[in-house]
T-cell receptor, first 112, second 114 residues
């Protein structure tokens, strides 16, 4: 079983749609959780951290369920500029520092 | 604020050769990590350097080695290149003053092994 699993998509949605991405992780000892965004042929960039209580940043809402080892990202009112690959990320419980374990990513394409 | 810069941006090597990739970390960052991203995959952790010492390593063989210099810049060396080493190599810098897990990535070095 992969350490971080995501539905690869692609998700093709019209502008204004609401879209949700899901992610599961295998190691219950993971402590920190994130969503990164990667544009085509670009580097990944931190989108948001994910907290146990759930957190929101504008149109983006992240949720964490530690019992189910499940992370989600909800994007409301999708924009063309949201088209990208969204990477679910957890910290490695076996490594010091900031070693991150990335999922394969979920590709989102927003069309007009 | 200077971002993370990597060189070269693209390179082609043949099997068995050696390659050195370079990274300049973001100003004020003392930690550098290297990741390998194969096509269609997420980045995979290779190793991390903090104040010139390796302080974490992923599941990569010893032919992947690195260095961090006093100015916090870093090198990734790969010996005896294999076809499967073809990938985007990403350098990321961070600081213990930043949020945990907030890495700042360079644009990467795209390596093709023929």
């Amino acid at each position: 079983r992969k350490e971080v699993e995501q539905d690869p998509g692609p998700f093709n949605v019209p502008e204004g749609a609401t879209v949700a991405f899901n992610c599961t992780y295998s190691n219950s000892a993971s402590q920190s959780f994130f969503w990164y965004r990667q544009d085509c042929r670009k580097e990944p960039k931190l989108l948001m951290s994910v907290y146990s209580s759930g957190n929101e940043d504008g149109r983006f809402t992240a949720q964490l369920n530690r019992a189910s080892q499940y992370i989600s990202l909800l994007i409301r009112d999708s924009k063309l500029s949201d088209s990208a690959t969204y990477l679910c990320v957890v910290t490695s419980p076996y490594q010091a520092g900031t070693a991150l374990i990335f999922g394969k990513g979920t590709t989102l394409s927003v069309s007009s | 604020e200077t971002g993370v810069t990597q060189s070269p941006t693209h390179l082609i090597k043949t099997r068995g050769q050696q390659v050195t990739l370079r990274c300049s970390s973001q100003s004020g960052h003392n930690t550098v990590s290297w990741y390998q991203q194969a096509l269609g995959q997420g980045p995979q952790f290779i190793f991390q350097y903090y104040r010139e010492e390796e302080n974490g390593r992923g599941n990569f063989p010893p032919r992947f080695s690195g260095l961090q210099f006093p100015n916090y810049s870093s090198e990734l060396n790969v010996n005896a290149l294999e076809l499967d080493d073809s990938a985007l190599y990403l350098c990321a810098s961070s600081s213990d003053r930043e949020l945990p897990g907030e890495l700042f990535f360079g644009e990467g070095s795209r390596l093709t092994v023929l």
